[in-house]
């Protein structure tokens, strides 16, 4: 039976959205290596297109008494963007997106922290098997042998801070679109700003392929994907949307494998096909949870 047309448009723009980001550690990694150090870059990236949104933005502003919940969400939705893209910028693709991916686990811890969702048996068999990937992603029986490097923690730490920004942004369903992608893509430029002073680096020197790329990147890339990802959630059974940008993960570790000339281990095989469950599992429960 086909799809209506709006729920077809809405497949379609999710998956797109998906596939963008998937491949979002290429013009990364490119760029990074044509001299454009990954904090500038996403400073450029993210904060143009809170420009642009921000007419519509101003347009239909938000309560001021929603003023702290937007910040919070621009400081978690930014430190999610910000980590993840310098995570994909200087290390392993398919580490850093199965790292990013044990987001179930954090959504359903903090779902019953903040929100008070009961752990059923099917959200527990979820958190066991993804913390099952997580343990084979970083080394198995080797685990304990080596601290985890600072990419594995800004990896993980992206994951932590994207479920906890969902949260947020549940607890704030009332505000406008537009004032929460301005909020997590001003909060990703501010956060790249501070990464770079922290770390010390200078604006590179830029010239006019430079530049146009930077555009492409933050025009055509990052605002589109994230436009694209916004319209499918919002029309989408809340399940249905989070299996479909599960082809992220497969986009992006397929991806970097065929054209990034990255190796997947067997361990790492294994712990991506057990958080993949664990997060097919997370979606199917919420989607029962938004169905009652």
């Known amino acids: 039976m086909p799809l209506p047309r709006r729920q077809g448009l809405a497949v379609s723009a ?23 150090h990954g904090s500038f870059m996403q400073a450029v990236a993210y904060g143009l297109p809170a420009l642009v949104l ?12 929603h003023a702290g919940l937007l910040l919070l969400i621009a400081l ?31 959504s359903i811890l903090a779902a019953r922290l903040f929100l008070g969702e009961p752990f059923t048996r099917l959200r527990l068999t979820a958190l066991g098997l993804a913390l099952a990937g997580l343990a084979f992603t970083l080394g198995g029986p080797d685990i304990l042998a080596a601290p985890l490097s600072a990419i594995d923690l ?16 549940r607890a704030g369903h009332e505000l ?7 909020a997590v893509f001003a909060g990703c430029a501010a956060v790249s700003l501070g990464f770079m002073g922290w770390s010390d680096q200078s ?31 919002a029309r989408l059974d809340a399940g249905k949307a989070a299996i479909l940008l599960l082809a992220e993960l497969v986009v992006g570790v397929f991806s970097a494998v065929l054209i990034g000339d990255e190796a997947l281990s067997l361990q790492e095989a294994v712990g ?3 958080i993949l469950t664990a997060a097919v599992i997370e979606a199917r429960t919420e989607s029962t949870d938004y169905a009652t």
């Open 154 to 169: 800004l990896a993980l730490s992206s994951g932590l801070a994207f479920a906890l920004n969902n949260v947020a942004i």
């Open 203 to 233: 604006v590179p020197a830029l010239d006019a392929l430079h530049l146009l790329a930077l555009a492409a990147l933050a025009l055509g890339w990052v605002l589109p994907g994230t436009l694209a990802s916004f319209y499918g959630v």
């Open 76 to 106: 978690l939705g930014g430190w999610a963007n910000a980590s993840f893209a310098t995570s994909l910028t200087y290390g392993s693709v398919v580490r850093v997106l199965l790292l990013f991916y044990l987001a179930p686990v954090w």
């Open 54 to 65: 921000l007419p519509w933005a101003w347009r239909n502003p938000p309560r001021r008494s």
């Open 14 to 36: 999710l998956l797109g959205g998906a596939v963008l980001w998937g491949l979002f550690w290429w013009p990364l990694k490119e760029l990074n290596a044509a001299g454009i």
């Open 272 to 274: 991506g096909a057990l």
């Open 176 to 182: 406008p679109d537009a004032s929460r992608a301005v």
